[in-house]
């Protein structure tokens, strides 16, 4: 263990002290440290003994990884959520002590979560712990960039706080998380599987290419649900180790609110920012993948090239680009996709980059971006009414804005998607399709069929 210096977390806790007693309120501190490199699964897992507002990050194709658990405070907002949160955050951030000696993205002080698809849609009891945005400033979070291991621990400390109590109990529940489980979960059995009216569904994206055919909406994307019974609760663990190993390209992510967890392995970056460099991506139109190279070739070759799935593309990339030019200078935009392959089936892919203005922040761009059409439509507010009025899903958290932001103008959000709500035994997938003119319900039913692939695999399905 590569620790700080014997005393040192007494003595900043002890400054930190000094500072509540003098402001007469408590006092925000972290304090990073390098430590020996360990499983970041195995501490999600151990997290488990005293969190159950636990998170989970990695991008499978970078070796970056975040575990947060446990929480020292929350920000959570409804109306206004974009703003009300980013002047939470400034508050925090303006007042909060930062001991951190790495120039690292992702150390320490740090917040993770994520908002609902939209505050307007409808609401059932299946989200209760989730609120329309909602993110964590985790009491121990490790970071895991190019191979090296962070840990950073944060605490409210009031003016009565003893440092020294304070630090051992901190040692103790780091010395919990930093120790391998004893034992490391297995996936459980799909019991029952109920596909949420499946008929109705169809009938909803007729009705959707009727509209866009008569009026001016031109692109809708429409979600439906499947529910899972399981032989006992699912083990989160196990779920997301068996995400990574079969997701490539992809944000594999677990966001718990009081034990019920958003678990998924998205391929839809929203905006990753690293100080002002900025990326976006354009994922949309979607086909499957082949049984030999050549099949999957043949299907690449005519998914680029197909009209549908271009018309779904082309309109994520041309909102993108337009929100990029109100933030951004130097915005780069390929002007032809290229397929982005996952395990299960591919898509039509167009990177984008940029410089971020300095008056402007990660939020600013998430708030501009969500919903992108890949998940609401085109225009906007007319796609979102028509499926607050007919798609009869509680979305939650799915298709929306998720992920983390540092103190040091660095952050990332992925669009959530290609997941599923936990709650025990239960599960809800969700997938959806964006329909254009031309589309067929069926088709798109058997393409949000793919699209339940990947968790329904990891369940054991
Ligand atoms: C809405 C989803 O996918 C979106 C992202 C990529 C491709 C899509 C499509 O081709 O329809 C969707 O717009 C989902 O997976 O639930
Ligand atoms: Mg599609």
Redesign the pocket.
């Known amino acids: 263990m590569i620790d700080i210096k014997e005393g040192r977390i007494e003595s900043l806790l002890k400054n930190a002290v000094e500072r509540a007693k003098f402001n007469n309120e408590p006092q925000i501190i972290s304090i990073t440290k390098q430590i020996n490199n360990i499983d970041p699964l195995h501490v999600f897992e151990s997290a488990r003994k005293f969190s159950t507002n636990r998170t989970f990050w990695t991008s499978t194709a970078d070796d970056y990884w975040l575990v947060g658990a446990g929480s020292v405070h929350r920000i959570t907002a409804s109306s206004d959520r974009f703003d009300k949160t980013e002047e939470k955050w400034q508050e925090i951030l303006g007042k909060a002590i930062i001991h951190n000696p790495f120039d690292v993205p992702g150390t320490g002080l740090l917040a993770m979560g994520g908002m609902s698809f939209d505050p307007k849609g409808s609401k059932s009891a299946l989200w209760k712990n989730f609120d329309e945005s909602s993110f964590i400033i985790p009491e121990f979070l490790l970071t895991v960039h190019n191979s090296s291991s962070y840990f950073t621990v944060t605490v409210k400390v009031h003016p009565a706080d003893e440092p020294e109590k304070l630090a051992d109990s901190l040692r103790e529940k780091e010395a919990v998380l930093l120790s391998s489980p004893d034992y490391f979960p297995q996936e459980v059995d799909i019991q029952s599987t109920e596909e949420i009216a499946p008929d109705e569904w169809k009938q909803v994206v007729q009705r959707a290419t009727e509209e866009i055919r008569h009026s001016t909406t031109d692109k809708i994307?429409l979600?439906r649900e499947l529910r899972l019974k399981l032989s006992a609760n699912v083990e989160i663990t196990a779920v997301l180790n068996n995400l990574i190993s079969s997701q490539p390209n992809s944000f594999v992510f677990a966001f718990e609110r009081e034990g019920d967890c958003f678990v998924g392995a998205t391929p839809?970056r929203l905006v990753k920012l690293e100080q002002d460099r900025l990326l976006s991506t354009c994922?949309?139109?979607?086909a499957p993948r082949g049984e030999t190279k050549a099949e999957d070739d043949q299907i690449a070759e005519t998914l680029l090239h197909d009209e549908k799935?271009r018309s779904?593309h082309d309109f994520v990339v041309k909102m993108i680009r337009q929100a990029m030019e109100k933030y951004c200078s130097d915005v780069n935009i390929p002007d032809k996709p290229v397929i982005y392959p996952l395990r299960n089936l591919q898509?039509l892919y167009t990177p984008v980059s940029a410089t971020l203005n300095k008056d402007f922040s990660i939020f600013d761009i998430v708030k501009e971006l969500h919903p992108t059409p890949?998940?609401g439509g085109v225009p906007r507010d007319t796609s979102l009414e028509f499926i607050r009025k007919y798609e009869n899903v509680d979305r939650g958290w799915y298709?929306a804005p998720i992920g983390w932001l540092d103190s040091s103008r660095n952050g990332e959000f992925a669009v959530g998607?290609?997941s599923g709500l936990i709650r025990g035994n239960e599960v809800s997938l969700?997938?959806?399709?964006?329909v254009v003119k031309d589309s067929n319900p069926e088709a798109e039913y058997e393409?949000t069929k793919i699209?339940f692939k990947p968790m329904m695999s990891v369940l054991g399905g």
């Open positions: 994307v979600a839809e994922l949309a139109g979607t799935n779904e898509h890949a998940l298709g998607i290609r969700f997938a959806g399709c964006g393409e699209k």
